[in-house]
T-cell receptor
Framework: DGGITQSPKYLFRKEGQNVTLSCEQNLNHDAMYWYRQDPGQGLRLIYY???????QKGDIAEGYSVSREKKESFPLTVTSAQKNPTAFYLCASMAGTGARRQPQHFGDGTRLSIL | GIQVEQSPPDLILQEGANSTLRCNFSDSVNNLQWFHQNPWGQLINLFYIPSGTKQNGRLSATTVATERYSLLYISSSQTTDSGVYFC????????????FGTGTRLTIIP
């Protein structure tokens, strides 16, 4: 089945640790996105990538880093500089741009908690 | 940046009732999506509807782009419709970044 796979589903981090969240898609989509969701809130964009080897900061990029070495993979690293990392993280992908744009599709998310 | 407002913030209905959820946005858009987030956090695409009207079973949506709003209609509500409904938009001449509203929490009582 085609889709977006996020792993792990739950992740615990100690203070001062970096952790990496995985996002893989087999939909052959060019664009991929990372969002953060806090309780009772909507989603906020962290980083996005519209093509391999290129990515852009979203609205809340501080304390996060990404890479896009392969079309199907867009891992997110939550660094120790992110002071409040406890949240639900969602990855999305999308095909096409402009008039050929398709809807964004989402993975099932990773819940990150601080020990 | 573009602003997205959803109303009402909370809605509690009896099973079988109909509901209308509203999304207002502050600028012209070339992408508007409605999502349902279930209690497990999964975000499900409902509609991709930057303009016009679409229907899918008991759900339908209308976007009036010139007046900058969209409506999501749910008819004959079921308990499985419970969850949070999000509207998300991307502005014209933007870079495909979606901005989300804060959602409408729908609770359907048996």
């Amino acid at each position: 089945d085609g889709g977006i796979t996020q792993s792990p589903k739950y992740l615990f981090r100690k203070e001062g640790q970096n952790v990496t969240l995985s996002c893989e898609q087999n939909l052959n989509h060019d664009a991929m996105y990372w969002y953060r969701q806090d309780p009772g809130q909507g989603l906020r964009l962290i980083y996005y990538s519209q093509i391999v080897n290129d990515f852009q900061k979203g609205d809340i990029a501080e304390g996060y880093s990404v890479s896009r070495e392969k079309k199907e993979s867009f891992p997110l690293t939550v660094t120790s500089a992110q002071k409040n990392p406890t949240a639900f993280y969602l990855c999305a992908s999308m095909a096409g741009t402009g008039a050929r744009r398709q809807p964004q599709h989402f993975g099932d998310g990773t819940r990150l908690s601080i020990l | 940046g573009i602003q997205v407002e959803q109303s009402p913030p909370d809605l509690i209905l009896q099973e079988g009732a109909n509901s209308t959820l509203r999304c207002n946005f502050s600028d012209s858009v070339n992408n508007l999506q409605w999502f349902h987030q279930n209690p497990w956090g999964q975000l499900i695409n409902l509609f991709y509807i930057p303009s016009g009207t679409k229907q899918n079973g008991r759900l339908s949506a209308t976007t009036v782009a010139t007046e900058r709003y969209s409506l999501l209609y749910i008819s004959s509500s079921q308990t499985t419709d419970s969850g949070v409904y999000f509207c998300a938009v991307a502005p014209n001449f933007g870079n495909e970044k979606l901005t989300f509203g804060t959602g409408t929490r729908l609770t359907i009582i048996p």
